[in-house]
């Protein structure tokens, strides 16, 4: 499959503990975009990175949220000290930095409950 | 950040039969694109269909057509010959040929009956 894919798929974890979501791009594609969805709600943009420098973090993304891209492959998502307001669905997706207007694909996401 | 408007939270369609869905942005660009991503239910968001702000032609793939209107900062989205494969969440999204984030509206379940 060579599609955008992410892990784990489903993520339940108490409040105040740390959880970590990894994404795995298209592997040519060197854009790679963190959405957060809520319940009835369209995605909301969190941060953005271009091969593995993050050029624009959302005023969503609080300091106890980071983002990573090491190699400019993979890319993880950690938010530390997990609250109930965290519950959502996350979304990764890629795109190919080359083409304008240019389509971004879609993982099937991270669904996290905060108990 | 742009704002996208859907103000149609559900609709529902007759399999075979012609649906509308709204969406309006607000902007101070000329340029920028347009996109309806479709959200089956447990599975991943798709591309439908994608317009550019500096063509006039409406964009159209297969069963799906938009009604872009540049100055009524609105653009539609037309499923005709619904199939019950097309129930889904549909979101419109704004982006701007400065930037690369999306910008979503807050979508609109397409239910459709058989």
């Known amino acids: 499959d060579t599609g955008v894919s992410q892990n784990p798929r489903h993520k339940i974890t108490k409040r105040g503990q740390n959880v970590t979501f990894r994404c795995d791009p298209i592997?040519?594609?060197?854009?790679l975009y963190w959405y957060r969805q809520t319940l009835g709600q369209g995605p909301e943009f969190l941060t953005y990175f271009q091969n593995e420098a993050q050029l624009e973090k959302s005023r969503l993304l609080s300091d106890r949220f980071s983002a990573e891209r090491p190699k400019g492959s993979f890319s993880t998502l950690e938010i530390q000290r997990t609250e109930q307001g965290d519950s959502a669905m996350y979304l990764c997706?890629?795109?190919?930095?080359?083409?304008?207007?240019?389509?971004?694909?879609f993982g099937p996401g991270t669904r996290l409950t905060v108990l | 950040a742009q704002t996208v408007t859907q103000s149609q939270p559900e609709m529902s369609v007759q399999e075979a039969e012609t649906v509308t869905l709204s969406c309006t942005y607000d902007?101070?660009?000329?340029?920028?694109?347009l996109f309806w991503y479709k959200q089956p239910p447990s599975r991943q968001m798709i591309l439908v269909i994608r317009?550019?702000?500096?063509?006039?032609q409406n964009a159209t793939e297969n069963r799906f057509s938009v009604n872009f209107q540049k100055a009524a900062k609105s653009f539609s989205l037309k499923i005709s010959d619904s199939q019950l494969g097309d129930a889904a969440m549909y979101f419109c999204?704004?982006?701007?040929?400065?930037?690369?984030?999306?910008?979503f509206g807050a979508g609109t379940t397409v239910t459709v009956r058989a």
């Open positions: 997706a890629s795109s190919l930095a080359a083409l304008a207007g240019v389509e971004q694909f």
């Open positions: 317009q550019e702000a500096y063509k006039q």
């Open positions: 902007t101070s660009e000329s340029d920028y694109y």
């Open positions: 592997s040519e594609h060197n854009r």
């Open positions: 999204a704004y982006r701007s040929t400065n930037d690369y984030k999306l910008s």
